[in-house]
């Protein structure tokens, strides 16, 4: 087909689906096995720079000084009980630390003489605090990983694997949309059970996130015939990609092996930061690091709550800490657990039989609260589950509703929170306005998405990149732009306006799916389709330095007025 023809299609099919993804770009990624996207590990970048600029690793990044003495006091409080997690039990060691026991299950080559995995060493061992910070985080949560990998028969080293993925921050999100310890993409968390929704994200579950990325090695290590080397790279940039990368060494004559694949610039490293950090694991003297005291008995355990429960309250009733509660339970995006189940949390050992005991006798209509709310003109059932921070599906629940349709005069009781907003210091709208108070270079600008917008549109009015715009608004340049969202942007715009509706509108903007072809390079592509080899890069996370592969599928935003 003709470069000009086939560009018609594209862009036609791109016009019949708005700013949809296109299904032939998605279908190829729907089975995570067969993958060929390089999913990104998110780490903790600010983590890493800090250590990397030698900062002090105690203080955070500055706050706005608009925003108040309160909030900067809870967003300090918050991220030092995330790298500083209560000591559980006595303080007596359990005869065997849980050091030990993970070494004890350690059955990956850490003898790898290869310059990939010698620089990883290096590099942990001119930082020792970055090792000190992740492991400490990571105190609440590696005996359940550790025992889960037991429990399987799998080498112990991937009970590390958070640290690479997100650096044991439950709460790491990726410009590539990848969530929680385990860092899943939403398509490949759903392929695995995986739930999302107004209330919750599965995605930061501790339990079946866990038990999602343990299986899905396995599954993976079964089809690379017991390779966990091979396994961890496809875990990254999927089974497609490490089995390409294979074909084409047999192809040569060379080695299948990990160490002699051709991957992604991320793969090419992600195997060797694992093996490095279990080396330094495995005998810390001889990199001049000093392991946190871990004890080998549970952080926490799962206490049944039956229904629906407040956080506020569950952490009165344990004796705990709410940022506790959201630390061990980091998928509830509110103010209360699911309504929907599974009606369970996680506690401190040492506070459960604290917290099942109050729990029972802890009258059912007081685990949320509930107002009674009466229906004036204008009111619909999403503008009253806005005001009331819950969803319409919860109203029609509550309220015995069929449908949408309320009227006027009408009462209806509505869940609500028992404390105001602040007061769920980890919930994600406190989370998120956190992320964009802090301060950063630029004229600091309040934006409200109208219809039409994309961040390629909001971008580059403000000459800035869109992965800076997802990620000063807690987002993925991959997700929806709804109207009527509050952005925050640090433009590098010296007196920053809003481009008039209508102009915008004639823009005619589109997203693309293309497939590369043999001959393609980004500057063709560019010019081709009238936008920047920078933006290429940027919405589809690619390294500049890199060639394109025929086959290759990218994602584009063109002007179709401007496009072939």
Known sequence: MPVNRLSLVLLTTSLTAGCSSNPLFE???????????????????????AIDSDQDLSTNAPLDDAISADLKAKAKAARKKLDEPKSSGSDE?????????????????????????????DWYARNPRYIQRVTERGARYLHHILSEAEARGLPTELALLPVVESAFDPFAYSHGRAAGLWQFIPSTGKYFGLTQSWWHDDRRDVLTSTDAALTYLERLANRFDGDFTLALAAYNSGGGTVSSAMRRNRKAGQSTDYWSLRLPKETRHYVPKLLALAKVIDNPDAYGIQLPELKNEPYFEVVETGSQLDLAQ?????????DEIYLLNPSYNRWATNPDGPHRLL???????????????????????????????????????????????VIRQVNKLNGDMIRIGQQLLIPSSTKSSDAYGLSQS?????????????????????????????????????????????????????????????SKVKQPKTVASNARNKAMVRKVGYRVRKGDSLSTIASRFSVNVRDIASWNDLNTNRYLQPGQSLVLYVDIRNSP
């Open 27 to 49: 279908s190829r990624h729907s089975n995570p096995l067969e993958s060929e996207r390089v999913v990104v590990a998110q780490g903790d970048d600010e983590l890493i720079a």
């Open 93 to 121: 060691l359990v005869q065997t630390d849980l050091w030990s026991r993970m070494r004890a299950g350690f059955a990956m080559d850490h003898s790898v003489d290869n310059a990939r995995m010698q620089a990883q060493l």
């Open 314 to 322: 569950a952490a009165k009733l344990a004796g705990v800490d709410i």
């Open 347 to 393: 506690v401190p050992a040492q506070n459960a039989d604290t917290f099942r005991a109050a729990l029972a006798n802890f009258p059912a209509d007081q685990r949320v609260s509930w107002k009674n709310y009466k229906v004036t003109k204008g009111d619909n059932l999403g503008s009253i589950a806005r005001r009331f921070s819950t969803t319409t599906s």
């Open 430 to 490: 406190q989370r998120l306005e956190r992320k964009q108070e802090r301060k950063r270079s630029g004229n600091k600008v309040r934006y409200t998405v109208r219809r039409g917008d994309t961040f390629w549109d909001i971008a580059r009015e403000h000459r800035v990149s869109v992965r800076e715009v997802a990620a000063w608004n807690g987002m993925a340049p991959g997700d929806p732009l709804h109207p009527g969202r509050k952005l925050v942007i640090w």
